[in-house]
């Protein structure tokens, strides 16, 4: 099975400062076929289902801001806010959608400092 | 716009057993692929199970193999997890997700049904 790591587990970033949230695979969710990697971020608030942020590891999804953007390829992976917004506080998840049994990283929550 | 309301939640008891159903509208339902995903309270998210969108192929996260069933009928636009045998462990929200338009992400969620378990 595909264990996906998040670090850190919480954070806190000043308003207007970036944010850095890693996930790390432990296979490669790269696609010789295809060249695309099967990684997934969401975004889930207080009391709210999960939003999709980014998918195929850097594709954003239609109306997300675009201070969110993800990164990297094979097993290890970034997504990046820019410059946090007080609207972004919420818990982040990655998730693989490589093999047939899809997994999700532990969330990582993001607060303001 | 795309719509998924999830239904059949509740409290109940231990080894009893519940069936989950999820409405879908606003997308032509028969052309995609389903899950079923879970959060229990205060915890991060566990997919569960994904049916294709003919129903031919059906995953299970070994956590819930053997107890969980999980049903589509494209006539109705509707879902279904049979949930057997439940335990403590199985109370959380249960939703609904579509997969996207070109790949296995979860693109929409329902807002979720809640399952508490006990006695």
């Known amino acids: 099975d595909f264990v996906m790591t998040q670090s850190p587990d919480s954070l806190a970033v000043s308003l207007g400062e970036r944010a850095t949230i890693n996930c790390k695979s432990s296979q490669s969710v790269l696609s010789r076929s295809n060249k695309k990697n099967y990684l997934a971020w969401y975004q889930q608030k207080p009391g709210h289902p999960p939003k999709l942020l980014i998918y195929w590891a850097s594709t954003r999804e239609s109306g997300v801001p675009d201070r969110f953007s993800g990164s990297g390829s094979g097993t290890d992976f970034t997504l990046t806010i820019s410059s946090l917004q007080a609207e972004d506080v919420a818990v982040y998840y990655c998730?693989?959608?490589?093999?047939?049994?899809?997994?999700f990283g532990q969330g990582t929550k993001l607060e303001i400092k | 716009d795309v719509q998924l309301v999830e239904s059949g939640g509740g409290l109940v008891q231990p080894g009893r057993s519940l069936r989950l159903s999820c409405a879908a509208s606003?997308?032509?339902?028969?052309?995609?692929?389903m899950n079923w995903v879970r959060q229990a309270p205060g915890k991060g998210l566990e997919w569960l199970s994904y049916?294709?969108?003919?129903?031919?192929?059906?995953y299970y996260a070994d956590s819930v193999k053997g107890r969980f069933t999980f049903s589509r009928d494209n006539a109705k636009s509707s879902l279904y997890l049979q949930v057997n045998s439940l335990r403590d462990e199985d109370t959380a929200v249960y939703y609904c997700?579509?997969?996207?338009?070109?790949?296995?992400?979860?693109?929409?969620w329902g807002q979720g049904t809640l399952v508490t378990v006990s006695s």
């Open positions: 997700v579509r997969e996207g338009e070109g790949g296995s992400y979860s693109s929409h």
């Open positions: 606003g997308f032509t339902f028969s052309t995609y692929s």
């Open positions: 998730q693989q959608y490589y093999s047939t049994h899809y997994t």
């Open positions: 049916i294709s969108s003919s129903g031919s192929a059906i």
